[in-house]
């Protein structure tokens, strides 16, 4: 089964509308990487609207395209300018910025972009290779195990991710409630409408997922003002010094692996974030360094480190959305949201149903990895000028995009609304700390709860959870709540040894 | 520092959610009611607890902030720029509403023309990129994608 869903994958790749949409994503991913304070959710979310139009063949490419690459624009913007595209670039600032003022950005760069495309191979092939072992656990899963797997993915998001796990929990709470708008599947009731007919088929994704996360990163990005001065333009970088650093990635195959690997666990991991991929990678390369004092002071290594692990990240962080449904990241919140625009259910499906556009997925980012790699590389320098695009630019005409798209849709002007009153609460959300990508994912993963919830009910009665597979999930979902007390403890505990010592 | 703001937001929640699981209770089918009320409640407790640390986090001592402690700052709480996001929030209503009351293809250039204007551009790259960026939505939406942008009140008459 697997096998045969390979060749039809690869076959799938002979098609030039594949081919079109993952570029168009590429290019979009690696336009938003360079300019920093945007990055990938920004870039996806501004296609959202236009996903109805599309195929599951034509939209998920695209929106992993844009994945798959932003990081190589980002490692562009953080060497040469010395300012993170992502956050996740944060990391390769420090020995990037660093050999740029040394006068080696070009070895620089050629070592970043080969370690993100070597780190984009090895998650791709090993997402790939687990499929045959995911099949089975996937098959055995019933709707009561759904049901637990479902509240994994809320509360991964909400546990892992930076700040209070009480702030976390209301937040996805919220996505919840708001996913029980409208007409209910099983009983054909109408909740909390209010007599508008706009309401009952519950809030627009498209508007919701806009105003939440587009909006408030607009906001913010206009509020911000430029980031970048002509002053700090990007610096001149020579061809030999990039090949240098191309040849230095082959010279630390080592580091490379044990960064994918990182990299890969990271993904796997919901809610952890590649932000901590990196800084992970970064530590065990100087630990591992015999010259771990050349590290912060403009060194090959500190740079191919971080670069691996980001994009090590995107396979595992896909494979977990795509076969349990449990996104790994705020971008693959979104992802999720297309699969439900473009008629997929998130989880099982995609490794039964579904399974050779998941590998043709897969099969994405590997290309996408190779191909960012190769463009970049000879281009980098030139591609460098985008960061110097002002925010007073940006904001009004992202802002423009984010409101005709969200009215193209289906030609409503209730979703403007609507994406109003959902970017008004994105921004109090955003700035008082509270998980926008639990919300969401709350909203998409809502209705499947509750339909997942009542056919385990009808079939197995108030019982349904006793099962081995399902008291698995319950023990993890109690470790997930656990996790965040567990490891303030710990903190505090070692925190006071110091002190003592 | 109490953050009053927030305050407001979870007290604006939790009578929400009352509102919401008091309602569900009216509802016929228990398959109907039930999630309304349990999730419901449970955010409502949460609010309560977050709502009780906010209220009863003591203030820390003031501390002389240096330059770095600024930097450091300027993604916190505290830091937000309130007034900045305000101003941008009304400029967007004002879209909203001249595009409601208008139509969408006078709101485009009015608004990126007047936004970019405001956020320090010049005239000149101000109008240009207003031009641009109307007639790339007209083309885009109105004549590739077949979609008819929103003709307001004004329009229809």
Redesign the interface.
């Known amino acids: 089964m697997a096998f045969e869903a390979f060749i039809t994958a690869l076959g799938n790749f002979g098609s030039l509308e594949l081919w079109a949409f993952m570029l168009l994503g590429m290019a979009t991913g690696l336009f938003f990487g360079l300019i920093p304070t945007t990055g990938a959710l920004l870039a996806m979310a501004l296609f959202l609207p236009f996903l109805f139009?599309m195929t599951p063949g034509q939209a998920l490419p695209l929106l992993i395209g844009i994945g798959a690459s932003v990081f190589q624009g980002g490692a562009i913007t953080s060497i040469l300018v010395g300012i993170p595209g992502t956050v996740p670039n944060a990391a390769t600032v420090i020995d990037g910025y660093t050999m740029t003022k040394k006068g080696e950005a070009g070895r620089a760069i050629g070592a970043a972009l080969t370690a993100s495309g070597a780190g984009t191979i090895f998650t791709a092939v090993v997402a790939l290779a687990l499929i045959p072992l995911l099949l089975p656990l996937i098959m055995a899963l019933r709707s009561g195990d759904m049901v637990f797997l479902v509240l994994i993915g809320i509360a991964f998001v909400v546990a892992l991710t930076r700040g209070?796990t009480?702030?976390g929990?209301?937040a996805g709470?919220?996505g919840?409630?708001l996913s029980?708008v409208g007409f209910?599947d099983?009983?054909a009731?109408e909740?909390?409408t209010f007599g508008s007919v706009y309401l009952y088929n519950g809030f627009e994704l498209v508007a919701l997922a806009m105003g939440i996360f587009a909006?408030p990163e607009v906001?913010a990005i206009?509020?911000r003002?430029s980031v970048i001065s002509k002053s700090t333009a990007p610096k001149m970088v020579g061809m030999q010094g990039v090949w240098q650093g191309v040849k230095d990635v082959f010279h630390h195959k080592t580091t490379v692996a044990v960064s994918s690997v990182i990299g890969f666990v990271v993904g796997i991991i919901p809610g952890i974030g590649a932000a901590v991929a990196t800084f992970v990678s970064y530590a065990v390369a100087k630990q591992r360094s015999k010259t771990p004092e050349k590290f912060g002071t403009g060194y090959v290594e500190g740079v191919i480190a971080p670069e691996t692990a980001d994009n090590a990240k995107e396979g595992g962080s896909l494979l977990t959305t795509l076969a349990l449904g449990i996104p790994g990241s705020a971008e693959m919140v979104l992802i999720l949201a297309a699969m439900m625009m473009v008629g997929l259910t998130p989880g099982p499906d995609m490794l039964t149903r579904h399974l050779d556009l998941s590998v043709t997925l897969l099969l994405v980012v590997l290309v996408i990895g190779i191909l960012s790699t190769v463009i970049c590389v000879p281009l980098g320098k030139y591609m460098a000028k985008v960061a110097t695009v002002?925010?007073?630019?940006l904001?009004?005409?992202t802002?423009?995009?984010i409101?005709?798209g969200v009215?193209?849709a289906d030609?409503n002007?209730k979703h403007?609304?609507t994406l109003?009153i959902f970017?008004?609460l994105g921004?109090?959300l955003r700035?008082?700390?509270y998980s926008r990508p639990a919300l969401v994912l709350g909203f998409i993963l809502g209705s499947l709860f509750?339909h997942y919830?009542?056919i385990a009910l009808q079939r197995s009665g108030p019982t349904f959870f006793m099962r081995p597979i399902s008291l698995g999930l319950i023990f993890v979902l109690i470790l997930i709540f656990l996790y965040n007390p567990l490891k303030d403890s710990i903190v505090r505990r070692f925190a006071k040894g110091v002190r003592a010592q | 520092m109490k953050?009053r703001?927030?305050i407001i937001?979870l007290v604006i929640?939790i009578v929400a959610?009352l509102v919401?699981v008091g309602?569900s209770f009216t509802?016929?089918?228990f398959?109907?009611k039930l999630?309304?009320i349990v999730?419901?409640s449970?955010?409502a407790v949460?609010?309560i607890?977050?709502l009780v640390?906010e209220t009863t986090r003591k203030d820390p001592p003031a501390k002389v902030v240096t330059d770095e402690d600024e930097e450091e700052m300027s993604e916190e709480?505290g830091a937000?720029?309130?007034r900045?996001?305000q101003k941008?929030?009304i400029w967007?209503?004002a879209?909203?509403g001249v595009?409601?009351l208008v139509s969408?293809l006078v709101a485009?250039p009015l608004?990126?023309l007047f936004?970019?204007k405001h956020?320090?551009?010049g005239w000149r790259?101000s109008i240009i990129?207003a031009a641009a960026?109307t007639a790339a939505?007209y083309i885009v939406?109105e004549m590739v994608?077949n979609?008819?942008?929103?003709r307001g009140l004004v329009m229809r008459f």
Not at chain 1, 390 to 393: A, F, V
Request: hydrophobic residues 55%; charged residues 10%.
């Open positions: 139009t209070s009480v702030k929990l209301i709470g919220m919840l409630m029980l209910q099983t009983t009731a909740r909390f909006i906001f206009a509020v003002g002002p925010s007073r630019l904001a009004p005409l802002m423009v995009i409101f005709v009215y193209a030609e002007f403007i609304v109003v970017g008004a921004i109090v700035n008082y700390g509750e919830l009542f | 953050n703001g927030n937001f929640i959610t919401v309602g509802m016929a089918s398959k109907s999630l309304p999730f419901g449970g955010i949460l609010a607890v977050q640390r709480e937000i720029d309130w900045g996001f941008s929030a967007v209503l879209f909203v595009t409601y969408m485009i608004f990126v936004y970019m956020l320090g551009t790259t990129s960026t939505i939406f994608l979609v008819e942008l929103y």
